[in-house]
């Protein structure tokens, strides 16, 4: 992506992003790259996707190419609350050949929780929610929404994960480190059990910044892993690699 060019070029799709206050982030690829499905499904049925809070439509196209690519047949749920966010995801979704497995909802978490008919269920559902204090809101009306967390609190997307979630459904979410203690007490309150942690680290022997978590109904025991983005040299890891190669376009 160039500073005039607004669209992102991924290796199998492209995402526009003029008109979301969010832009593509190392945040958003990390988690597209990184949820798995920790129950598997045997029954042959679509896996079923829900991305809360969407934004550009990033994670739930490169969840739609990554099960896609290994044979699994999905149906993801995007819901976004922003109005021309909603309106391009839509968009970037119907121009990648998922096209017909993404449908983006135009409304809150909340308001989507209000029309789904009992025994809703989904096997994974991804958020990458917003963390910024109410006293730090941008002064752009959008980039505000798009980043400010009472518009899509933990506790909400906790609850609805707990109701949602198929027996062996898994919850995956990333946030900053300083709000671990949040997350983990919202996912208790919910009956959420953790499953997997992923701790990102922007070079090798630097704090740890941002943590991915995946989240059962069932105690499975937890796995803990290390992802760090760059070494002591400031080149990409091999992990890091590893894990986005099938996305960007390259990694130097």
């Not at 991924?10 to 003029?18: C, G």
């Not at 958003?28 to 029954?43: E, M």
């Not at 966010?85 to 983006?104: D, K, L, S, Y």
């Amino acid at each position: 992506m160039t500073q005039k060019d607004t669209t992102f070029h991924f290796k199998q799709f492209d995402i526009a992003q003029d008109r979301c206050a969010m832009k593509v982030g190392t945040d958003g690829v990390l988690l597209g790259a990184w949820a798995s499905l920790i129950g598997q499904k045997n029954d042959g049925e679509p896996v079923r996707i829900l991305d809360i809070g969407t934004g550009t439509g990033l994670i739930a196209i490169m969840l739609a190419q990554r099960f896609s690519a290994n044979g699994i047949p999905v149906m993801a749920d995007a819901v976004e609350i922003d109005a021309e966010a909603a309106r391009q995801a839509a968009e970037n979704a119907a121009a990648t050949p998922w096209r017909a497995q993404i449908c983006v909802h135009h409304c809150s978490l909340q308001e989507f929780a209000e029309r789904q008919p009992e025994g809703t269920t989904y096997d994974l559902i991804v958020a990458n929610p917003p963390f910024y204090n109410a006293t730090l809101k941008p002064d752009d009306e959008a980039r505000a929404l798009a980043r400010h967390k009472d518009a899509l609190p933990v506790r909400d997307i906790m609850r609805c994960a707990a109701n949602w979630l198929a027996d062996a459904g898994t919850l995956a979410i990333i946030y900053p480190t300083d709000y671990d203690s949040e997350v983990m007490t919202e996912a208790v309150l919910a009956g959420l059990n953790p499953a997997r942690i992923g701790r990102v680290l922007t070079k090798t022997g630097k704090p740890e910044k941002r943590r991915m978590l995946e989240m059962t109904r069932n105690g499975i025991g937890c796995k803990t892993e290390i992802i760090a983005i760059r070494d002591a040299s400031g080149n990409y890891t091999a992990e890091y690699k590893n894990l986005t190669e099938p996305f960007y376009t390259s990694l130097n």
